[in-house]
């Protein structure tokens, strides 16, 4: 019994040495350390968030660099397209006024052949009327002596009546002095000397052509509602007129001039189906690309 108490002290002191061990403050040399190794972890844990901020800010400006430069390109090519939409407008509209040009002289050589034409025919029906004159004399002298003049030479002068009967001036001559004088710019004359073929030869094959030429001055002056009335008037009274297309044409050109979009559209579709494949109908056909885009212009 003894012996078992004697166990029982010595455990009891044993775990009590133990618990005290346990229970006794640490020394001050390990929590130095452990707040020593605290801190470091701190310090890291700070480094590498100021590390991180650093790479963010770092990523951000980059990112602000590669947007300036998007923007900065983006507004280059803008620029640039709008550079060459406004020089693809320019060529459009210097294409445009070349055509009208080139069309223009077109028509100024197509009047001087037709003009050349109508005055070659002209020519020839006066050779054949002189012809006819010398068969009639011929066949009224005895013998026939009177055969021998040639053609070109002088003859006997016409009766008192012819000659006061003619006009003082030929109606060549007088349309080739308008003409000249239209193509000079010197519109008054010619508008003058014009009216008096009319006047004075309105049965002439270039009737028709001087009452165009009319209406070209007042065009040419921005009179547009005279010039309508005077191609109206080739329309109506010279049907066969060799400017009837080219009347046609200005009538419409004269009507958008004038603001009356939708006449002159019906007008230019008259052109085109009236006079087909004509310089006048590839003008009209232009027009009506401007007036009305639309597929059924065409």
């Known amino acids: 019994m003894r012996i078992r108490s004697m166990a029982i002290v010595v455990a009891a002191v ?16 390990g929590v130095s350390r452990e707040i020593v190794e605290l801190q470091q972890s701190v310090a890291q844990l700070l480094q590498g968030q100021q590390d991180l901020r650093s790479s963010l800010e770092q990523k951000l400006t980059e990112l602000h660099t590669l947007v300036g430069q998007s923007l900065d390109s983006q507004n280059r090519l803008s620029t640039e397209m709008a550079a060459l939409q406004k020089n693809m407008q320019d060529a459009q509209a210097n294409a445009g006024a070349k055509v009208d040009t080139l069309a223009t002289q077109s028509q100024g ?11 070659v025919g002209k020519v020839s029906q006066q050779v054949s009327d002189v012809q ?26 016409p009766p008192s009546g012819a000659a006061s009967a003619a006009p003082p001036i030929s109606s060549d001559t007088l ?50 509602q005279d010039a309508l009335a005077a191609y109206d008037m080739v329309l109506v009274n010279y049907p066969k007129s060799y400017k009837l297309a080219a009347a046609s044409l200005k009538k419409g050109e004269a009507m958008m001039a004038l603001g009356q979009k939708a006449s002159a559209i019906r007008q230019f579709r008259s052109v085109v189906s009236r006079f ?13 690309r401007q007036l009305a885009p639309s597929p059924a212009a065409h």
């Open 14 to 29: 044993f775990f009590g040495a133990m618990i005290g061990q346990l229970l006794a403050p640490q020394p001050a040399s």
């Open 109 to 119: 050589l197509s009047d001087n052949m037709q003009d050349l034409q109508a005055r």
């Open 132 to 157: 006819n004159l010398l068969q009639s004399i011929d066949a009224k002298i005895p013998g026939g002596t009177a055969t021998a003049t040639p053609t070109g030479s002088a003859s006997a002068p």
């Open 175 to 224: 349309y080739q002095n308008a003409l000249r004088d239209y193509n000079s710019g010197r519109y008054d004359l010619s508008r003058q000397e014009f009216s008096d073929f009319l006047k004075n030869f309105p049965d002439s094959d270039l009737a028709g052509n001087s009452q165009f030429y009319l209406g070209e001055i007042d065009f040419s002056q921005a009179n547009y």
């Open 276 to 288: 087909p494949g004509t310089d006048e109908s590839k003008r009209a056909e232009s027009h009506l």
